[in-house]
């Protein structure tokens, strides 16, 4: 299957990962040849590597991409999309945003070039800790992947 797109980047907190963030790496991966994920190491975030490893975890269980996927830790999206080789023509290059970042979107199509997918919001991170707190374990499964449900629910309990 021949893919639309070089290379696909996407930039989040992801403090408790969740089945819209799944979505979006799917997508990323299903669209180009290669995807990498920024993780924010800005204040107010979870520890980078326990993030990274819960990402890693879940993407080994449930979409086996291998080294088409890379994981970085990185301070601000900029920080990531600067670092795209300058052999890779701007026109090869999606980067992907949940809908609550549509500026940082817009912001990149003007500055970079790059092409943006808005993907929908599925769920928050929000509403994956209140079902945690309220021990809503129903609703958290239909949220949080099972492959890592164990995981996000230490990551909120260890942090609360």
Same mark, same amino acid.
């Given at each position: 299957?021949?893919?639309?797109?070089?290379?696909?980047?996407?930039?989040?907190?992801?403090?408790?990962?969740?089945?819209?963030?799944?979505?979006?790496?799917?997508?990323?991966?299903?669209?180009? @040849? @290669?995807?990498? *994920?920024? %993780?924010?190491?800005?204040?107010?975030? #979870? /520890?980078?590597?326990?993030?990274?490893? %819960?990402?890693?975890?879940?993407?080994?269980?449930?979409?086996?991409?291998? $080294?088409?996927?890379? +994981?970085?830790?990185?301070?601000?999206?900029?920080? +990531?999309?600067? @670092?795209?080789?300058?052999?890779?023509?701007?026109?090869?290059?999606?980067?992907?945003?949940?809908?609550?970042?549509?500026?940082? &979107?817009?912001?990149? @199509?003007?500055? #970079?070039?790059?092409? /943006?997918?808005? *993907?929908?919001?599925?769920? $928050?991170? /929000?509403? %994956?800790?209140?079902?945690?707190?309220?021990?809503?374990?129903?609703?958290? /499964?239909?949220? *949080?992947?099972?492959? *890592?449900?164990?995981?996000?629910?230490?990551?909120?309990?260890?942090? &609360?």
């Amino acid at each position: 299957m021949t893919k639309r797109f070089k290379l696909a980047l996407t930039f989040g907190r992801f403090n408790l990962l969740h089945k819209g963030h799944i979505d979006l790496f799917k997508q990323m991966a299903d669209s180009a @040849e @290669e995807f990498c *994920i920024g %993780v924010s190491t800005g204040p107010n975030n #979870l /520890t980078y590597r326990h993030r990274a490893d %819960v990402i890693q975890k879940a993407l080994n269980a449930d979409y086996p991409y291998g $080294s088409s996927m890379g +994981l970085f830790p990185k301070r601000q999206p900029f920080d +990531l999309l600067r @670092e795209v080789p300058s052999s890779i023509d701007p026109n090869e290059v999606v980067f992907y945003v949940g809908e609550d970042q549509y500026k940082l &979107a817009k912001a990149v @199509e003007r500055s #970079l070039g790059f092409s /943006t997918r808005i *993907i929908p919001r599925l769920t $928050s991170s /929000t509403l %994956v800790r209140q079902a945690i707190d309220n021990e809503e374990w129903d609703l958290l /499964t239909g949220m *949080i992947p099972g492959s *890592i449900i164990n995981d996000v629910i230490q990551l909120h309990l260890t942090n &609360a």
